[in-house]
């Protein structure tokens, strides 16, 4: 391909500026479509990701196998010191947090002359300086607001039903591990404000130690929350995890076998990628082939004399498919330039959906765990590369009828239009 078939194929493009220019806005617009609304999207799944990934399910969770379906307060782990330490020695685990759960009723320990209101409560034993790291169930507090012996912290709405405050006591009612029934009197060091429904709505927080000892489940829990480096590793890391021996006869699942539902949701996303995809590849389309086909019209006669001096029919093509690969590469450059630099922006100043629709951040939730949704968009250079190929790929298709109808021209009747 010479260079004076670039030039020339170049100079015919602004020939008719107004129709290049709508040509190069149509696709430089569904380019930074693309680029914006996936950028938007991974940010969005990145946020409920992590979220879910944090003090819900954390990475790779651990059960015995019938707890998942059945949630008895007898279906546990055993030897969970041990276990946990030899999770701890396994390469890329960062943090191993056992937690107990029991149901129960509670109840403040201030009324003396009357009986107190009892509210259901959930009661979740933690590793309490474990789960005050970053995701776990107890990030909102400070030290000295964490549950330490023979007291707890108890969730935000709970508070409020049974209108107890930090200093304050609480009456715990329920059945221990053998189905005997037990009470005990808490000290209250703290409210939770928990992204976790449950822990929100019915926590009662304590140490895994206290709750061990009033549930009679000494070195026990129903979990084992595993956080790794990634959770794109999460996979491989449960598979590392159910090779030990201890674990035979346990059930350990990565957080997408644990809330199938979400990775369903991932998938979905990859859908959405393509139809986004597909809105660049028809705005390209329909721009060039009106570019391409209009001016192919418009230059009838040029191109007949072309052919009339011996230019061969395939330059005459070159010509055409080159003009419109240069009109689609313009277009998606632009449209790439002005969709990374959104993203860019928002990814730093983010996009508030709560504020946005009217709503409390913490109404909107998912699967239990209500989402800060503050999204912060992600670029992503594959959505750019696809764009790029996607156009490329449009020009020379949408070009390949009007270069074909300019290579068959017949000189002499194209000189004479």
Do not use: C
Request: aromatic share 6%; proline share 4%.
């Amino acid at each position: 391909m010479s260079r004076s078939t670039l030039r020339i194929a170049w100079r015919n493009l602004g020939r008719n500026k107004r129709r290049t220019l709508l040509a190069i806005g149509a696709i430089a617009l569904g380019q930074a479509t693309l680029v914006f609304v996936n950028g938007l999207m991974a940010g969005s799944f990145n946020n409920m990701i992590k979220a879910v990934t944090g003090p819900l399910v954390g990475h790779v969770q651990i059960h015995h196998r019938q707890w998942r379906e059945e949630r008895a307060i007898d279906l546990t782990i055993d030897n969970v010191s041990r276990l946990s330490a030899e999770i701890r020695a396994l390469p890329t685990v960062k943090s191993v947090l056992p937690r107990i759960y029991a149901p129960a009723l509670s109840a403040s320990g201030e009324q003396k002359d009357q009986p107190a209101a009892a509210e259901p409560a959930v009661i979740v034993g933690v590793d309490a300086e474990g789960e005050a790291g970053k995701g776990g169930l107890l990030e909102s507090l400070t030290p000295d607001e964490l549950p330490r012996e023979q007291s707890v912290v108890i969730g935000e709405a709970l508070a409020n039903r049974l209108s107890i405050a930090p200093g304050q006591s609480i009456a715990i009612i329920g059945q221990d591990a053998n189905g005997y029934p037990v009470s005990d009197l808490f000290h209250v060091r703290g409210i939770v404000k928990s992204s976790v429904d449950i822990v929100k709505t019915m926590g009662v927080v304590m140490s895994i130690a206290d709750a061990s000892k009033l549930l009679d489940m000494p070195d026990k829990a129903h979990e084992i929350i595993v956080h790794g480096e990634d959770y794109n590793r999460a996979e491989a890391l449960a598979a590392l995890i159910a090779q030990l021996p201890a674990l035979a006869g346990a059930e350990v699942v990565w957080w997408r076998e644990s809330l199938p539902e979400l990775g369903t949701l991932i998938d979905l996303k990859g859908w959405f990628d393509l139809i986004f995809l597909a809105i660049v590849f028809v705005a390209a389309a329909a721009g060039i082939a009106n570019t391409a086909t209009m001016s192919t019209f418009e230059r009838t006669h040029e191109f007949g004399m072309l052919l009339a001096v011996g230019a061969r029919p395939r330059r005459i093509v070159s010509m055409v498919i080159i003009e419109s690969i240069v009109v689609g590469l313009v277009g998606v450059a632009i449209g790439s330039v002005i969709g990374a630099a959104i993203v860019m922006i928002t990814s730093r100043t983010g996009i508030d959906y709560a504020a946005l629709g009217g709503i409390r951040a913490d109404d909107i939730a998912f699967s239990g765990l209500s989402l800060s949704y503050v999204i912060y968009p992600i670029l992503e250079a594959r959505h750019i590369v696809f764009g790029v190929l996607a156009v490329t790929a449009t020009s020379v298709i949408a070009s390949v009828w009007p270069a074909a109808l300019a290579s068959r021209l017949e000189p002499v009747k194209a000189m004479n239009l």
